[in-house]
């Protein structure tokens, strides 16, 4: 499937997540549709607890208190079981969601995968109207936008 541009409605999509917080993991279905009204960031990452995806979502972490003050949700997204991102969360102070595709239909749905890699590193701005209103997609994976563009693009939804 294509990459969906600015002004495209997001795809929808349903996938199992999970959140550490406060020491407490918790399991949910994430659904896309359920956020509507809402800004939401999607980070699609190609691996848990590799050096670059730390590094990525350890950076959207740190703003993650900006982007919930926008009005934003972050989460991210990648291939891997929820015990995986569970370790992840634990080892790297995450508490945003961490969502499980480990089938690669939302993957394929956003035009998002590589073969050979998985995925490429993506981001993705959702806005309150479920269309996409900014998108960043990596042509190897090592390069990510930062926290601070990204907040950015939510600021001009929110004016």
């Known amino acids: 499937m294509s990459i969906p541009g ?59 208190d900006d982007f919930g003050d926008l009005g934003a949700v972050v989460w991210g997204i990648s291939p891997q079981a929820l015990d995986s991102h569970e370790a992840f969360a634990r080892g790297s102070s995450l508490t945003f969601p961490l969502l499980s595709d480990t089938a690669g239909s939302v993957v394929r749905d956003y035009g998002v995968r590589a073969r050979g890699f998985g995925l490429r590193r ?26 601070s563009a990204i907040r950015a693009e939510i600021e001009q939804l929110v004016r």
Do not use: N
């Not at 993506?122 to 926290?147: E, M, T, Y």
């Open 6 to 64: 600015v002004g495209d409605p997001a795809p929808a999509f349903t996938l199992p997540g999970m959140v550490v917080r406060d020491g407490v993991r918790t399991d949910d279905e994430y659904d896309l549709s359920s956020v509507i009204g809402r800004t939401v960031v999607l980070a699609f990452y190609p691996g848990d607890a590799t050096p670059v995806c730390t590094a990525q979502l350890c950076s959207y972490q740190e703003e993650l």
């Open 122 to 147: 993506s981001v993705f701005v959702i806005g309150p109207d479920g269309i996409v209103r900014w998108r960043h997609v990596g042509l190897v994976g090592i390069r990510f936008p930062k926290a």
